[in-house]
């Protein structure tokens, strides 16, 4: 199994363009997210999805989109970049206990991607 | 603003010695987690303990929840080079409606 592959590893934009980040996984995991990572500081939750159709944001979404199609994928859109999301950005997949309402169990993560916005 | 805070922010060990980082948060949780990143690397996980537990064990590493005092704590004894990293807490709860949010970290040095 390759677990979560995220592309790309790394990235430059200029300020107003739009990308997308990949994220898949082969665990069949029903939970994904997406977290920022900026220097020297602890992670960010920007959408997560529980499901295949169902998306919710995190706690920092704006300038952000994601769509969950597949329960293998869950790619994260930035609409017009700002330098302001210069960041690393983590994806991570877990196990869903639908009777909890939580993601149970650990959260396996990427590897990452660095973007930088000019 | 994050969920869980951890304590210290840094911390600078001799090999051998032991490690105590401190995680606190703020609302109900049903779980805590702590990951370990390796400089410029992802998070990988290292134990889950739930509500209902108060401690639990993993090779040398040793969690602690009070979820009285809404705190954690990681300890890691005989510490080894290897265990240079940062450490994050992260809880998941029924409040955050499926949210699993971390904490800002501490920076660990272990110095030979």
């Known amino acids: 199994n390759a677990g979560v592959t995220q592309t790309p590893k790394f990235q430059v934009l200029k300020t107003g363009q739009s990308m997308t980040l990949q994220c898949a996984q082969d665990m069949n995991h029903e939970y994904m997210s997406w977290y920022r990572q900026d220097p020297g500081m602890g992670l960010r939750l920007i959408h997560y999805s529980v499901g295949a159709g169902i998306t919710d944001q995190g706690e920092v979404p704006n300038g952000y989109n994601v769509s969950r199609s597949t329960t293998e994928d869950f790619p994260l859109r930035l609409l017009s970049a700002a330098p302001s999301q210069t960041s690393v950005y983590f994806c991570?997949?877990?196990?869903?206990?639908?009777?909890?309402?939580?993601?149970?169990?650990?959260?396996?993560f990427g590897s990452g991607t660095q973007l930088s916005v000019l | 603003s994050q969920q869980g805070e951890e304590d210290p922010q840094a911390l600078s060990i001799q090999e051998g010695e032991n490690a105590t980082m401190n995680c606190s948060y703020k609302?109900?949780?049903?779980?805590l987690q702590w990951y370990r990143q390796n400089s410029g690397r992802g998070l990988v996980h290292l134990i889950l303990?739930?509500?209902?537990?108060r401690e639990k064990h993993s090779g040398r590493l040793r969690v602690t929840l009070d979820t009285s005092k809404k705190s954690s704590s990681l300890l890691i004894t005989a510490s080894r080079a290897a265990d240079t990293a940062s450490y994050f807490c992260a809880t998941g709860s029924y409040s955050s409606a499926s949210k699993i949010i971390f904490g800002s970290g501490t920076r660990l040095s272990i110095r030979p």
């Open positions: 303990i739930r509500s209902n537990e």
């Open positions: 991570a997949s877990s196990q869903y206990v639908l009777k909890t309402g939580t993601p149970d169990e650990k959260l396996f």
């Open positions: 609302t109900s949780i049903n779980n």
